[in-house]
């Protein structure tokens, strides 16, 4: 397989009908950049790939152009890392893409099983990625939070982190809000003053209450008071 062979594959499992409604999804991205492959298929493909030693030249090329290469980029490196002693060296290639993400889609699918092996030193490099520069990094950042750091590895600063994320980026503020809103599903009382006494901004305080409020998890009664919430 040739670095072209790799462009190549996933032209030829192209859904036409999917790479219209995808790019729907993502009006941030020219459609001309996206081919269209379903998710299951590519991460079949990566598999392929990661056999061959035409991966090693994919992963340090840099840009992509097209967002399927960038989603196979993430695949691909959490196929070549997954052991607890390997962590520092798929950060250090994470760090190298992290600046190239270019959309929520790619970011959010990263999600690397990795991180559960050495959730302390993870929460380190999100305090430095939620400081970032790149839009999608932050957004990365906070999504790893959200991941794995709302249940047995929460902390109560962890909000205080997220709410100090400050960005006119909507995909940061839709990041922060969606954060806040599994905060109030799986940390309740944690979180509820940051709604009682609002410290958010008001367009985030109230997408986080509107996402909350259509969880299964959170009774009639708490979306009543939640609610009454809004500003």
Request: proline content about 4%.
């Amino acid at each position: 397989m040739t670095r072209e062979d790799i462009t190549r594959g996933l032209f030829e499992l192209q859904d036409n009908d999917y790479r219209t409604f995808h790019a729907r999804l993502m009006p941030e991205i020219d459609p001309e950049r996206i081919i269209g492959v379903r998710t299951p298929q590519l991460r079949a493909f990566a598999k392929q790939v990661i056999k061959d030693s035409c991966a090693e030249e994919f992963l340090q090329e840099l840009p992509h152009y097209y967002y399927e290469e960038n989603n196979l980029h993430g695949a691909l490196l959490n196929l070549r890392y997954k052991k607890e002693s390997e962590l520092e060296d798929f950060l250090k290639e994470l760090e190298c893409f992290l600046p190239y993400v270019d959309n929520w889609a790619t970011c959010d699918m990263l999600s690397p099983k990795l991180f559960k092996k050495n959730l302390p030193l993870v929460y380190e490099r999100v305090k430095h990625w939620l400081n970032s520069e790149h839009t999608y990094t932050i957004r990365f950042g906070i999504v790893t939070l959200l991941g794995y750091y709302l249940e047995d590895a929460f902390e109560s600063g962890m909000l205080k982190l997220v709410c100090g994320v400050k960005s006119e980026e909507y995909y940061v503020r839709m990041a922060v809000a969606w954060y806040f809103s599994m905060a109030l599903v799986k940390q309740y009382e944690e979180t509820i003053p940051y709604f009682e006494q609002p410290v958010l901004e008001t367009w985030t305080h109230n997408k986080a209450i509107q996402k909350a409020i259509e969880s299964r998890r959170i009774d009639e009664g708490t979306k009543a008071y939640l609610r009454s919430l809004k500003i």
